[in-house]
């Protein structure tokens, strides 16, 4: 089976995504452009890349997991996806292992928080919210073992 090219992912993400914005009320796929290339900086494969992409596509309805389970992607990317994505109500610690258990999944996620939490994207936050997401975005870098 041939695969989505990256430039057809990136297509497809942006798509699924038209129209909405981040918390600090920007197109949402300049998060997903920014994460695809923290993971590009960071040395990730084209397959991680790709994941970037789409890593919030299902936990944000943007697409399903019919979707994702019948799209011409790699077993490995449909897997990082799988693992990014949250599960309603899942605790942070059952997450966190999930991302460690799934290959290449880690380095995506450390990509994704290291745009969270820019200081320039919090910095338009009210103070409580900018707070609280900061508190849980090291939580998180620490649970997955990343550096502070």
Known sequence: MNHLTLAEVEAVARAAHEGQTDKAGRPYAEHLAAVAEGVRARGGDPEQIA?????????????????LAA????????????????????????????????????????????????PRRLAV????TRRRLT?????????LGLAP
């Open 71 to 118: 799209a011409a992607l790699s077993p490995r990317t449909k897997a990082v996806v799988d693992a990014l994505t949250k599960r309603p109500g899942e605790e942070p610690e059952a997450y966190a292992r999930r991302i460690l258990a799934t290959p290449g999944a880690r380095l995506v996620k450390e990509a994704d928080l290291a745009h969270n939490a820019d």
């Open 125 to 128: 936050l009210d103070e409580p």
């Open 135 to 143: 508190e849980k975005y090291a939580r998180m870098r620490a649970l």
């Open 51 to 67: 994941a970037a992409w789409l890593h919030d596509a299902v936990e944000d309805d943007a697409l399903t997991r019919e979707w």
